[in-house]
Structure formats: C-alpha cells, structure tokens
C-alpha cells in the first residue's frame, strides 16, 4: 500500500517519518517542497502517476500565522490552489486524501469544546485560507479525511516548545499568554493518530478533530515543559493585550475527539504526558 505524505520536510512529515520504520505494511513516499511543490498543477500529476498512492497525506500548508496577514496571496495559493491541485490528482487516481486542518477555522467564542458539526468562522487570513481549502475537498472529493488539530510541537521544524527552549537559554524570565485556551498536541502522536486512521479506514469518511486530552493556557503549556524538562527560567503570565499581534488567536479552540475515538479507537494522551525530556 503506497502512501504519499506531502510537506515531508515540515514538522509533522518528520514526524511521520519517524515512526515510519514501524509499518512496514505501507510504503511510504516522502515529498518534501522541492520534490512536489502542490501549487504546480502538472508536477503533482507527475508524482501521483509515478506512485499512483492509495492515501495521500497533504501535511504541506502555509502556516505564518501573522505573516499570512500581510501575504494573504501566498497563504491562499497554498492552502487553496495547492489544495485544488491535489483533489484533481486524487480523483484521477482514486487516491484517498488525508488533508490536516487547523483549530483556526473557528473564531474562539465557544465555551465548549468544539466538534465537527460546529460551524467555521475562522478570524485570520490563515484560518480562512485553511477553511476554503476544506471546502475544497468537501465538494469534489468523496474519499477523504479532513483532520483538525491545534498547537502542534515536537523536536521537529519549527514550534512553540523549540521557541521556548531556545528563550529560556538567553532569558532569565519569560512572559507568556494566560488568556487563551487550546490543547497542545505532539506531532508524533497526531502522527500516529492518521496511520491509525489508514490501518482502519472502513470508508467513514468526513471531517475528525485530533489534539491530545485536556486543555490549558499558553503559560501553563510552558510552565509544564520548563517543569520536565528542568529548565529553570521563570515564567510570568501576561493578558493577550499585552502582546498583541497581526493575527488575532482564538480565545478558545479545545477540539472535541469522541468522534475519532469512537470511529477508529484513537485515544489522544493528556497533553502533559507527552512532553519529551530532554
């Protein structure tokens, strides 16, 4: 079985990757950006034909949250266009889409977690770029799985935990965001969560939400790193008007996951179990 993971050079394709060895069922193709660029039409024509994937696996996206504010064309070209461009492939190729979205395609308002039933209205450039290319996939494709997930980190690219640790080497105190509420989630358990989904895929196709149990604030994600991982910078919590940025981030965003758990048997971690060690 070919599986094709797109953005492979990104934080959740090294994931995958690192996990890989231990599905030798599945053979997996790894497409970073110079090898399938998905805003060119042609090119991933040319890689869907050479290895005429059973599941492909878009983990390429434009993710500048703040920078997608000022560039909003290239935010669109990817996560739109780029999208577009993979759904015309895998209905030429009957290949089944595994497409990775984000919490930011909700604007944050809820007191609830939200489920996939709840209606989108994303607030950024970002969040309505990943929204559009949603509904791309929606409204061509009928094999395809669209999984939300939200403050993704790992050892891999570039995330928030690597920030922090990169901080705490150069400060003796911290501020961090106290107002806003979501649930880590580590790549390589997200990772784990999608071959999942492969291995038992009974055609229930649609939109799932994955991120790890629980919730917490930006400052208590940091407190808990700094905590396992020994570091002994000290953190203090600020409001959101005290940091201010050209993207406006969701007050709330805590994803409900009994859908995935009852479909395919996924139980996400507590978010503080998978912090690694250093």
């Known amino acids: 079985m070919v599986v094709l993971v797109t953005g492979a050079g990104g934080q959740l394709g090294q994931a995958i990757q690192s996990i890989s060895v231990k599905h030798t069922e599945i053979d997996f ?50 996560n739109v266009n780029g999208v577009e461009n993979l759904v015309s492939s895998c209905l030429e190729m009957e290949t ?12 944050g308002l809820q007191k609830r977690p939200y489920s996939e039933d709840d209606l989108p209205n994303p607030q950024t450039v970002y969040g309505k770029t990943k929204w559009e290319g949603e509904n791309v996939i929606s409204k061509r494709l009928k094999k395809y799985y669209i999984v939300r997930t939200s403050w993704v980190y790992s050892d891999f690219g570039h995330n928030f935990m690597k920030t922090m640790q990169k901080l705490a080497k150069t400060q003796q105190e911290i501020n961090i965001v106290n107002d806003q509420i979501g649930t880590p989630t580590h790549a390589v358990d997200l990772a784990g969560a999608i071959i999942e989904m492969i291995s038992k895929d009974d ?63 996924v139980v996400p971690p507590l978010w503080q179990a998978s912090i690694p060690k250093l």
Request: net charge neutral.
């Open 29 to 78: 193709v790894f497409c970073d950006s110079s090898m399938l660029d998905i805003t060119d039409k042609e090119k991933c024509q040319r890689v869907f034909e050479k290895y005429r994937p059973k599941y492909c696996i878009n983990t390429a996206a434009y993710t500048a949250v703040d920078l997608a504010e000022m560039e909003p064309e290239r935010a669109f070209e990817v």
């Open 96 to 107: 089944v889409l595994i497409h990775l979205s984000t919490d930011f395609v909700f604007d």
């Open 203 to 265: 055609g229930s196709y649609g939109i799932y939400n994955y991120s790890s149990a629980g919730a917490c604030s930006w400052y208590e994600f940091v407190l808990e790193i700094f905590k396992v991982q020994n570091i002994k910078t000290t953190v203090h919590p600020i409001s959101s008007l005290s940091y201010p940025t050209l993207a406006i981030r969701p007050k709330y965003s805590v994803l409900d996951k009994k859908k995935i758990n009852n479909k395919f048997g």
